[in-house]
Every structure is written in structure tokens, then in C-alpha cells.
């Protein structure tokens, strides 16, 4: 059962460089998201996308950047990296309806702009 | 805007205990919740999942109640084993418009499980 998974699981990144991280989900869920974990804080939503082709902002999605051309998988792409985006990135995707499912959740990509 | 508080922070038991995870939120209007813990270095893994018409929900020696129109739930571990020392978090789930569910997350309570 693969569910969600993330590459690359870490990343060094110069000032002004570019990345994208990859997400990929074999559940078949519409829904799936992009959150960023910083040490003692909460998660924070970037972006999200309720299907293929719909994207919309979260909380923090100043610096980001997500397509979602099919329904398995969501990249966020950083265009001009930032210290502020050190960070760890996780990835997560839910089957919602007629009521929001649980979300699952990828094992993260670790992220050093330096 | 939702905020999430999980109170405490930090909390170290001995094996064997019986223990209560506090989680509270200021807006209930809220679909459900989900407990998650997360180990170090890891992703999060999915507890349990609470529906807003639900006062309980069990699983194994995990056991998570909700009362949305106070805006708390508890997650209640018992029989305590050192396996279960991680950091768990409490997101209640909101619609945040056009049909998007959106969890929003306390910062966790780390527990220390100690053998």
C-alpha cells in the first residue's frame, strides 16, 4: 500500500534557486493539500485542490506555486527560494462527498534554503 | 478564524499509566476532527477520526471524545506503552468555503512514555 508519497525526502537549496516537490496519492481521493511544518508550530495549509485541474490558496501560499493536471498527483513548485521557506513539507490527500474524509498524510520532505 | 490549543505541551508518564490528551478550538462549527500522532522525523498517521454528530470514538486503547458546542475533545490512551511516545495533534475540520474541508492544526502534545 503505497497511499501518499513524497520525493525527494531532503533537500539543500541556494538563495533564488528553484525546486519542485513531488507528490503522488494511489487512493483515488479528489482531494489533496500541501502543508508546511515549522519547529514548534502547527501545520500551516499552503495550497489545496478539491480535483484535477481546481487549485486554490490556503493559509500561507505567498512563494508557491501547485498545478493539479491529474487526480494522483500535486507538485508545489517554489520559484525563488527563500530562508523563510526552510521547512518541513508535507503532502496529504482525503476522498471527500457528501462529507470530508480523513486525511493521509505523506512522510514529508525536508527543505534548507541556505 | 479557528485557533486549536492543546494543553500540555509536553507530558511524561510512567509505562502502564492511564493518560488525557487536551485539545480545544474556538469555532465549533466544525464537520469533524482527527487526531494524529507523529513520530520523529515522520509524517503524521491518522488516530482517529470523530464526526461532529459523535460524542466517542474508539480505537483499540485509544479512545477520543467531542463536544463540539464547548469547542473541546480529549484523547484518552490507556495502558500506556513506551511505543507510544510521540507528539500528538488535534485538527477539527471546517468548510472554508466552495466546498473546500479544511483542517486546521493545535501544535501537539509531545509525550514521553517512560519504561
Known amino acids: 500500500n503505497a497511499g501518499v508519497t513524497q520525493t525527494p525526502k531532503f533537500r539543500i537549496l541556494k538563495i533564488g534557486q528553484s525546486m519542485t516537490l513531488q507528490c503522488t496519492q494511489d487512493m483515488n481521493h479528489n482531494y489533496m493539500y500541501w502543508y508546511r511544518q515549522d519547529p514548534g508550530m502547527g501545520l500551516k495549509l499552503i495550497y489545496y485542490?478539491?480535483?484535477?485541474?481546481?487549485?486554490d490558496k490556503g493559509e500561507v501560499p505567498n512563494g508557491y506555486n501547485v498545478s493539479r493536471s491529474t487526480t494522483e498527483d500535486f507538485p508545489l513548485r517554489l520559484e525563488l527560494a527563500a530562508p523563510s521557506q526552510t521547512s518541513v513539507y508535507f503532502c496529504?490527500?482525503?476522498?471527500?462527498?457528501?462529507?470530508?474524509?480523513?486525511?493521509?498524510f505523506g512522510p514529508g520532505t525536508r527543505l534548507t534554503v541556505t | 478564524k479557528q485557533e486549536v490549543t492543546q494543553i500540555p505541551a509536553a507530558l511524561s508518564v510512567p509505562e502502564g499509566e492511564n493518560l488525557v490528551l487536551n485539545c480545544s478550538f474556538t469555532d465549533s462549527a466544525i464537520y469533524n476532527l482527527q487526531w494524529f500522532r507523529q513520530d520523529p522525523g515522520k509524517g503524521l498517521t491518522s488516530l482517529l477520526l470523530i464526526q461532529s454528530s459523535q460524542r466517542e470514538q474508539t480505537s483499540g486503547r485509544l479512545n477520543a471524545s467531542l463536544d463540539k458546542s464547548s469547542g473541546r475533545s480529549t484523547l484518552y490512551i490507556a495502558a500506556s506503552q513506551p511505543g507510544d511516545s510521540a507528539t500528538y495533534l488535534c485538527?477539527?475540520?471546517?468548510?472554508?468555503?466552495?466546498?473546500?474541508?479544511?483542517?486546521?492544526f493545535g501544535k501537539g502534545t509531545k509525550l514521553s512514555v517512560i519504561p
Open positions: 496529504a490527500s482525503s476522498y471527500s462527498r457528501q462529507a470530508p474524509g480523513e486525511q493521509y
Open positions: 485538527a477539527p475540520r471546517q468548510d472554508s468555503g466552495a466546498g473546500s474541508y479544511q483542517l486546521t
Open positions: 485542490s478539491v480535483g484535477a485541474g481546481i487549485t
